[in-house]
C-alpha cells in the first residue's frame, strides 16, 4: 500500500514539473501535400501557410507550391514557382505576397539570384528585380515592416561564404545593400523579425569549420547591428527559426554528426532563452518553419538521408495572451486616410499580426508597440467602435471615429443624396448590415429574409458607382423568420462572421472567405430567439465579443433577452447555453454601449408592447459583469411614445458620453435620450422627440461629413435623415428630411459607403417585394463641374499620361486618385488648373490600375464629383522579359534568339568574347510579344561568348552560349 502511495505522489510530482515548465504543446497535423524533401521554403500569408521547392527523396529539385489551411488542418497545391527547381531558397512575406528566389540546381551546384512574388489572391508568380547581391544559396530570409532582407549564404566562389546583407523594397522594386552581418560570414543560418527588429544567428563557417550559437538583433532604423544573448542550446547550422507572438524560437538542426530535436524559445524584452518540449516529430536538420497566428509550424526535412513530409503545430502554451484594450485614439475624426494613433494595451509589435477594423472595413497597420498602433483610416469606414484584434482576442474603443469628408456640413436638402438604385434580394427583408467578408476593403452587403436565409451581395463598385457581384443566397428551406442580423468577427481570425436572429435561434455563420471569393461554413445554430433585433458586444472583457438578442417567441412567457457567451478560439465557434433575463412588454430593439463610463457596455432594450400592450419604454441594464461572469443590475425604465421599436446608442452631443435614439413605430416619432451618467449609476435626461414616418429602424452615422453623427430612420415609404445640431450639452437635430424608397421599407438602413468615395451612403432592405435600395450620398451640393472625357495614352511599363477636358467653368485646380486594381489604396495629386493632363511615374510594370478625376473649385474646398476615367495596365518591363538561345552549345553556323514578354522597342544585340571583345552588333526593333530572330555565328572562333540585348534605356538582360567547332 505504502509503494502505490508513493508511486502516485511520484506520478502527481512529475504531472506538476511538466505542467508548471509550461513547454508548449506540439500536435502533429497533415502531412505536407507532395513527397517527402529537404531544403525546401515556408513562409505564412493572412490565415494561409506555404511550403515549396527543396529537394526530394530522389535527389530532384522541385518547383510545387503548397498552401496549408490551419482552420481546415489541409494542404492545397496552388501554381509552380515562376522560376526554376531549386533547392537551399529562402522565402518571406510582405504584406499580403509573399516572396521566394535566391537558391541552387543541385545537379549543376548553379546559384540563383532570381526573386519572385507570389499573389495567393489571383495565384500568379511575378519576377521582381533580381536579389541585389551575388547569386548565392543556404542564405537568410525575413522580413521587417513592409520590406524584406536576404543576406549571408554561400556564393559558390571561394571564400564561398557571405556576410552581406541586402533590403527589398516591394514598392519600389529595389535591392539597397545594408550593414553587414556583424556576426562574420556564414551559411545555414536562421532569421526571424519581432516587432520592428529582425534577428539573425546560428550558422556555419566553411573556412573554420565552425558551427555558430550567436544571435545578433538588426535595427532597420539606425541599420545597426547588436549582438544579443547566445542561443541557448548547441550551436549548429540547418536550424528552423520563426516568430510567435512576440518571442522568437529556434529548433532542430545539425552539427555534425548530432542531429537535434530541442526547441528554445527567445524573449527580445528580457533578452533570454528558455527551453521548450522537444519537437516531436524527432531530430532533423533542413526543416521549414512558419507561425500562423498564435502557433507555429515545423515540417519536413532530413535525418542521415531519410527525408520528411510530417508536419506539427506548435502551440506556446506559457504565452498566456493578454487581452488587448484600447483607452483613446487620435484624432477622433477625419477623412479616409487619415493618420490615427491607437493607444491601449497589449498590442503585438509585428503590425501585422494586429487586425483593426473601422467598423466595416480593415485598416493598414503602419506601426506598432505594445501600446500604440499607427493606422490608416480605410475606405469604408463607418460609424463603429474601432476594434483591435491580436491573438485571437479583440478590444473595443469607447466609441466610433467619425469620418468626415472635404466640403463637409450644412444642411439636408433634398437633393442631398441620389435617386434610389435597387438591386434584388430574397425579399421579405428583415435586417441589413455591412462589413468586407472578403477582404477587398470595400463594404459588402447582407440582408436578412424573414423567408429563411440570407442574402450576400460582394461589392465591386467604385468611385460613383454602385455594382455587385452575383447574389450569394444561404438559403435554408426548413426555416422562417429570419429577423435581425449583425456582422463581427466573433472567433478572433481577423475575418467578419456572420450572426442572424431566428424566431427560436441564433445561427451563426463562420467566414471562410478569401479576396473576391465568399463562402460561410454551415450554420451553427444557438437555441433561444425571437422576432427583433441582435447586438454583439464584450459584456465581460474577456477580449470576446458576446451575442445579445431578443427571446420573445414563446408567448405568452415572451419578456425576455438573451445572452450568449462566447468562448470561441480561432476557426471554432462555442458559446455557453444561453442567459435568459427578463425586461417587460415585449422586447424588440437592443443596443450594446457603455453608458456609464466605467468600460463596462450596457444593454439598452426597447419594449414594444406588440399586441399585449401599448410600450411606451426602453429598459437600460447597467453591467456588472467580472471575472468572466456576466451579470447585470435590475434595469432601469425610462418613457418613449408609443411601440418603440428599435434603439441606437452614439455620441450625439460630443460630450464622450453615448447618447440614446430609439424609434416609436405609431406615434410616428423618434426620441432621443441624453446621457447623463457617471461610473455606477445609469441616468438619462427627459427625451426630446421628432417627427418620423412610421419607423421601424433608427441608424446613427455621419452623413453630411462634419465631424457630428446624424440620424437615419426607415419605415412606409421613405429614409428620413436628420442632421445633427447639438453642441456639448445640447440635443439638437434640424426636422427630418425623407428620401423615397418604395412601400415597405421596414428591413432596416445602414450607413456605410458603399462606393468607395469616402461618404456614407444609405441602404436600405425592403420587407414587401425585393428591392434592396441604395441611395449616393451626393454631398456636398455644388456648382463646380467636373472635367470630362477622361483619356488614357503613352502607356509604359512604369508611367502613362492620363488626361481630361477641363469644364467651361473655372477651377482651381484638378485632383486625380489612382490606385491599383489589386491593392484598392487611392493615391492623390494635384494639377493646376491651366493643365489638362497628369504624367504618372514609378508605375508597377504588368499591374492594371483604375483612376478618377475632380474638380476643385474654390479654396473652401468645392469639389465636382469624380469621374472615373477607363482603367489601363502597364507593360511588362525589360528585366521581366525573358532572353533565351538554342542550341547551346552551338554546333553549327546558326544561332537562335527568342525574346518574349516585352514591349515595342529599339534594341541592341551584341556578341562579344569573355575579354569583352565584340563581334557581332546589331539594331533590332521589338514588336510587341516576342521576337525571334537567328544570327549567322559562322565567323565567330570556337569559344565562349556572351549575347547581350539592350534596349534604349539601357536596361541590360545577357545569357552565355559556346561555340563548340
Known sequence: MKKKILLMAMMLLTIFSVTSMAQGIWKQKADFGNTTRQWAVGFSIGNKGYLGTGLDNNLNDTKDLWEYDPAINAWTQKADFGGAARSFAVGFSVGNEGYLGT???????????????????????????????????????????????IGTGNDGSYPYIKQDFW???????????????????????????????????????????????????????????????????????????????????????????????????????????????????GARDNAVGFSISKAGYLGTG????????????????????????????????????????????????????????FGATKATVTAATSTS??????????????????????????????????????PFTTNSFAPKVEFASLGYSRGIATGDLDGDGKADMVTSSELGGISIFRNTGDIGNFSFAERIDIYIPDENNYYDLAIRDLDGDGKLDIAVLNAYSVDLFRNTSTQGSISFEPKIRLAGGGFGKISIGDLDSDGKPDIVAVN???????????????????????????????????????????????????????????????GTSISVFRNISSDGQISFETPVQYTTETHPEDVAVGDLDGDDKLDVAVCNYSSHSVSIFKNISQPGTILLSDKVDYYSTESTNVSVGDLNGDGKPDLAT??????????????????????????????????????????????????????????????????????????????????????????WTPPSSSVLCFQVAYSSV????????????????????????????????????????????????????????????????????????????????????????????????????QKLLLNVGILQKTIDVSTLPKGIYVLKIADNKNEQQQIKFVKAN
Not at 507570389?118 to 537568410?140: E, I
Not at 532569421?191 to 544571435?215: E, H, P, Q, R, V
Not at 420573445?552 to 458559446?575: A, C, M, Q, R
Not at 492623390?828 to 514609378?842: A, M
Open 552 to 614: 420573445n417567441s414563446n408567448y405568452p412567457d415572451w419578456n425576455h433577452i438573451i445572452v450568449f457567451k462566447n468562448k470561441s478560439t480561432i476557426g471554432e465557434f462555442l458559446f455557453d447555453q444561453g442567459m435568459d433575463i427578463p425586461t417587460i412588454d415585449y422586447p424588440f430593439g437592443i443596443a450594446t454601449g457603455d453608458l456609464d463610463g466605467d468600460g463596462k457596455p450596457e444593454l439598452t432594450v426597447s419594449n414594444n408592447g406588440f399586441y399585449q400592450t401599448s
Open 822 to 921: 489589386r491593392s484598392g489604396t487611392w493615391i492623390k495629386k494635384w494639377r493646376p488648373s491651366s493643365t489638362d493632363h497628369i504624367v504618372l511615374k514609378d508605375l508597377q510594370p504588368n499591374t492594371t490600375y483604375k483612376w478618377a478625376v475632380r474638380s476643385i473649385c474654390d479654396k473652401d474646398s468645392s469639389t465636382s464629383e469624380w469621374i472615373k476615367g477607363p482603367n489601363f495596365t502597364t507593360s511588362s518591363s525589360f528585366a521581366s522579359a525573358t532572353l533565351s538561345i538554342s542550341p547551346n552549345p552551338v554546333t553549327g553556323n546558326m544561332l537562335t534568339v527568342r525574346f518574349t514578354n516585352i514591349n515595342a522597342t529599339n534594341i541592341q544585340l551584341t556578341i562579344s568574347d569573355l575579354q569583352g571583345r565584340g563581334f557581332i552588333n
Open 714 to 803: 426607415v419605415g412606409g415609404f421613405d429614409v428620413t435623415v436628420y442632421r445633427n445640431t447639438c453642441t456639448p450639452g445640447l440635443i439638437s437635430f434640424d426636422e427630418g428630411i425623407a428620401y423615397p424608397t418604395g412601400y415597405g421599407a421596414f428591413g432596416g438602413v445602414a450607413i456605410s459607403d458603399l462606393d468607395s468615395d469616402g461618404k456614407a451612403d444609405l441602404a436600405i432592405a425592403h420587407y414587401y417585394g425585393t428591392p434592396l435600395a441604395i441611395l449616393r450620398n451626393l454631398l456636398p451640393i455644388t456648382v463646380c463641374l467636373p472635367p470630362t472625357d477622361l483619356k488614357v495614352t503613352n502607356v509604359a511599363d512604369t508611367c502613362v499620361r492620363l488626361s
Open 167 to 281: 533590403e527589398y523594397d516591394p514598392g519600389s522594386n529595389t535591392w539597397n545593400q545594408r550593414a553587414d552581418f556583424v556576426g562574420g560570414a556564414r551559411n545555414s543560418a536562421i532569421g526571424f523579425s519581432i516587432g520592428s527588429k529582425g534577428y539573425l544567428g546560428t550558422g556555419y563557417d566553411y573556412a573554420s569549420n565552425n558551427y555558430y550559437k550567436d544571435l545578433w538583433e538588426y535595427d532597420p532604423v539606425s541599420n545597426i547591428w547588436t549582438q544579443k544573448a547566445d542561443f541557448g542550446g548547441p550551436a549548429r547550422s540547418y536550424a528552423v527559426g520563426l516568430r510567435i507572438g512576440n518571442k522568437g524560437y529556434i529548433g532542430t538542426g545539425v552539427n555534425f554528426p548530432n542531429y537535434y530535436k530541442d526547441f528554445w524559445e527567445y524573449d527580445p524584452a528580457a533578452n533570454t532563452w528558455m527551453q521548450k518540449a522537444d519537437f516531436q516529430g
Open 103 to 149: 537558391g541552387l540546381d543541385y545537379e549543376s551546384v548553379k546559384p540563383y539570384k532570381d526573386f519572385w512574388e507570389y499573389d495567393p489572391m489571383s495565384n500568379t508568380w511575378t519576377q521582381k528585380a533580381d536579389f541585389g547581391g551575388t547569386a548565392r544559396s543556404q542564405a537568410v530570409g525575413l522580413s521587417i515592416g513592409n520590406k524584406g532582407y
Open 373 to 410: 498602433l499607427n493606422v490608416s483610416v480605410p475606405v469604408g469606414a463607418i460609424y463603429e467602435p474601432i476594434t483591435v484584434t491580436t491573438n485571437g482576442l479583440t478590444a473595443y474603443s469607447a466609441k466610433p471615429f467619425i469620418v468626415t469628408f472635404e466640403g463637409g456640413g450644412g
Open 302 to 357: 532530413n535525418l542521415n538521408g531519410t527525408y520528411y513530409k510530417d508536419f506539427w503545430e506548435y502551440t506556446p502554451d506559457n504565452n498566456i495572451m493578454a487581452i488587448p484594450t484600447i483607452t483613446s485614439f487620435s484624432p477622433t475624426s477625419g477623412p479616409v486616410g487619415t493618420t490615427v494613433t491607437i493607444t491601449g494595451t497589449n498590442f503585438t509589435l509585428n503590425p501585422d499580426d494586429n487586425t483593426v477594423y
